[in-house]
């Protein structure tokens, strides 16, 4: 399958680096120049083990490339994976200008019909005002499906994270979209969890909640731990060791 993916960042350029191991004809696209110049001269702008062979692999066999002009890329290709930042706003909401950004480029390519895979992390609820905004621009929709992909990788370990997922989460109304989408990761084992748009954005907002909640209540024991002189790796071992609750996640510190 032939995949522009947008945004070459930790996301994107890990997706990228895999989805063109696993055989697919990648295009990896950002909108920064020098991310792509250095990219082109095989200088990978984040330390993850296994990327660096991986982007140098597939590029010396044609299968991954590099570009800065968005939306020619978006032009030549039916299926677009969005993974552009989406960074929290002053008033602690996500900030979906970028996203905003790309689907204005996309708006002016739709020719013929695109399915749009959501990778970025979006509020619940933004597929549906993506769809919206796209129809408000006169995009008829016909010309597109929209998917939502979240991912669940970890600095650190993107690579084997991205080959070994729990599970890949594909929401979409679209049958037809949600299998091209599935496809994409042939020769990945994982569950798949087939839902709608929205179920799927929710799915990666509650995991990240509930991770968080999990740190923030260990923190919070280490501090009881703390009153009473007990150790809390001790007691987080042996909380953790309950299959209800799970031993990861459950470390205190100060993240
Ligand atoms: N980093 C992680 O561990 C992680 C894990 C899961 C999900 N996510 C989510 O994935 C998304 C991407 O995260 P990331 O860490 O890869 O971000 P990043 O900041 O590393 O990369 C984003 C890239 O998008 C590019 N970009 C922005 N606007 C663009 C546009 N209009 N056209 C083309 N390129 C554009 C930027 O130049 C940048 O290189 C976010 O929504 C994030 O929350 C991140």
């Known amino acids: 399958m032939r995949i522009c993916i947008i945004g070459a960042g930790y996301v994107g350029l890990t997706t990228a680096a895999v989805l063109s191991d696993l055989g697919h004809k990648v ?89 749009i895979i959501m990778k970025s992390t979006v509020p619940p609820g933004t597929g549906v005002w993506a769809e919206e905004f796209l129809l408000g621009l006169g995009v008829p929709g016909t010309l597109f499906d929209i998917v939502s992909n979240p991912e669940f990788l970890r600095e650190g370990t993107a690579i084997h994270d991205t080959l070994n997922p729990d599970r890949i989460v594909i929401g979409s109304r679209s049958v037809d979209a949600a299998e091209k989408v599935r496809a994409i990761y ?24 509930f991770l968080a909640t999990k740190l923030s209540f260990v923190n919070e024991l280490a501090r009881v731990c703390d009153v009473f002189g007990a150790d809390i790796m001790q007691v987080a ?7 209800r609750i799970g031993g990861k996640f459950l470390q205190a510190g100060i993240g």
């Not at 030549?76 to 200008?97: F, K, N, Q, R």
């Not at 084992?189 to 509650?206: D, R, S």
């Not at 071992?237 to 299959?243: A, F, N, Q, R, Y």
């Open 237 to 243: 071992e042996g909380i953790g060791k309950d299959t």
């Open 27 to 115: 295009k990896c696209v950002d909108r920064d120049e020098t991310k792509i110049n250095a990219l082109e001269q095989g200088v990978i702008p984040i330390y993850e083990p296994g990327l660096s062979e991986l982007v140098v692999r597939n590029r010396k066999e044609g299968r991954l490339t590099f570009s800065s002009d968005v939306a020619a890329s978006m032009d030549e290709h039916e299926l677009i994976m969005i993974a552009v930042g989406t960074p929290s706003a002053a008033d602690g909401s996500a900030d979906l200008v970028y996203v905003r950004s790309v689907l204005l480029a996309l708006s002016t390519v739709l020719h013929t019909h695109k399915v």
């Open 186 to 209: 042939n020769g990945i084992e994982a569950e798949t969890v087939w839902t709608g748009q929205t179920e799927a954005e929710l799915i990666k907002y509650g995991s990240n909640a």
